[in-house]
């Protein structure tokens, strides 16, 4: 439904995820290579990214077509850091597209996308409050909530993925997670690739036809810090 992308490693542009690579989220907005379930992406986009002036991630989100927006070529140009998020949303029917619907959402020092759709009946129960209607705004929630109670962040994917596939068992629940130091993502329902390198790269789609992109398995958890990255199932 969606396709997102994360880096975490020395600092480095906006435009790595977006613009400058063969296959970046522009290219993949309206000519997804990979995607599963819609052919297009351009119910919205959004950015996020970490600056040591703030406590709190920067984000830019928008509600129209990612290759419409003006002003993101020099936004992601000087946009640096050694953690990025982006995301370009194909709405799930019925959703909301509005910008407080569209990825990255945040809490605290955390920004969260979901690739996939999940019936809100499977989540709501499980989340606080949203600050949209949609999907993955409530799947959202979820996560933050118990992040805050300082569940540790590789509990906490799993469990809300596990519940909300029980209560909808036609969910697809692709998660990206970055916390400014570490970067975790689910695979439940669609794909999901890994470089490594300087640092870590995850796309729902290769960026680009260079060697070393790895699938990462269905169901599983993907969890990167300096320390490195473990990929384990999710049961």
Known sequence: MCRHAAWLGPSRSLASLIFEPEYGLLPQSYAPRMQRFGSVNADGFGVGWYDPSRPEPVRYRRSIPIWTDANLRAIADVARSSCLMAAVRSATVGMP?????TAPFADGSWLLSHNGRVRREAVV????GSESACDSAWLASAVFARLREGMPLAQALPLVVRAAAEAD?????????CGGAELAATTWGDTLFAHLG?????????????????????????????????VTPIH
């Open 97 to 101: 597209v509005e910008e407080s619907a």
């Open 125 to 128: 129960p499980m989340a606080p």
């Open 169 to 177: 068992p036609g969910a697809r629940l692709n998660l990206l997670v």
């Open 198 to 230: 300087q640092g870590v790269l995850i796309a729902s789609e290769p960026l680009d036809d260079r060697s070393g992109w790895q699938a990462v398995p269905d169901r599983n958890l993907l969890l990167a810090s300096p320390d490195g990255v473990l």
